[in-house]
Nanobody, 121 residues
Framework: QVQLQESGPGLVKPSQTLFLACTVS??????????CAWIRQPPGKGLEWMGV???????YYSPSHKSRISIFKDTSKNQFTLQQRSVTPEDTAVYYC?????????????WGQGTQVTVSS
């Protein structure tokens, strides 16, 4: 059974860089990181696709996030990480990592439980 677990700071100050890690368990080999995505849900809003990294290492970012995020992976640790630069209070959200077969929320099969990130001074 594939499981994902997010980790990172719950509180970040404006203009800082946010790092969130997702640890994948229950999967091994190159395809353990088939398509690994970061998705967020701001308060009172729907799920928002941010970007994905494939098992080949290719990344795909949504146009609205492309300028401020990077996703990279460390297969030795079974982790992939979201880097979000110059955060603002509008980046306050529950952040989810997920794994699936494509480039959209609907294609994600496995999800982490989500981690709350608040951007505030």
């Amino acid at each position: 059974q594939v499981q994902l677990q997010e980790s990172g700071p719950g509180l970040v100050k404006p203009s800082q860089t946010l790092f969130l890690a997702c640890t994948v368990s229950g999967a091994s080999g190159p395809t353990a990181f088939y398509y690994c995505a970061w998705i967020r849900q701001p308060p009172g809003k729907g799920l928002e696709w941010m970007g994905v990294i494939s098992y080949t290492g290719s990344t795909y970012y949504s146009p609205s996030h492309k300028s401020r995020i990077s996703i990279f992976k460390d297969t030795s640790k079974n982790q992939f990480t979201l880097q979000q630069r110059s955060v603002t209070p509008e980046d306050t959200a529950v952040y989810y990592c997920a794994r699936g077969g494509g480039l959209s929320v609907a294609t994600m099969d496995y999800w982490g439980q989500g981690t709350q990130v608040t951007v505030s001074s």
